[in-house]
């Protein structure tokens, strides 16, 4: 089934695909996301409030997708070749993954900085999927 995400839950989570949001925990101010559920350093349940980033951040890990990517990543492998993908951590803490874009697939390395951007991620089921990416500063 790979990264799918149901047509009800993109909906559900739609304001936060066209804008970054992070949820910050009300009870110790860590940022957690996805903006929802437990936090991730004290686990108070239900106590994220979401909030936009400044979306600057550092690579902490990442690879290259060039083989084996989810279903609905075919199209955009077979058009753009290789996918380049991170898992960042905001300056605000929270930590995140997502592609990276307007470069080299493989040339953003650990410790790069980075900014977020909202762009097309895939289509599925009908509908275009867009959410964040990085971009090299």
Request: aromatic share 6%; charged share 25%.
């Amino acid at each position: 089934m790979g990264a799918y995400v149901s047509v009800p839950t993109w909906w559900r989570q739609l304001d936060s695909r066209y804008r970054l949001v992070v949820g910050e925990c009300t009870e110790c101010g860590a940022h957690t996301f996805p903006p929802e559920g437990a936090c991730v350093d004290c686990n108070a349940v239900d106590a994220l409030e979401p909030v936009e980033p400044e979306g600057t951040g550092t690579i902490v890990a990442q690879t290259v997708i060039e083989g084996g990517a989810p279903p609905e990543f075919e199209a955009l492998l077979d058009a753009e070749g290789a996918i380049g993908v991170a898992l960042v951590e905001l300056d605000g803490g929270a930590r995140l993954p997502g592609m990276l874009t307007d470069c080299d697939p493989h040339g953003p390395e650990r410790g790069d900085r980075v900014e977020a951007t909202i762009r097309r991620i895939y289509e599925d089921e009908g509908v275009v999927r867009y959410g964040a990416k990085f971009r090299p500063l």
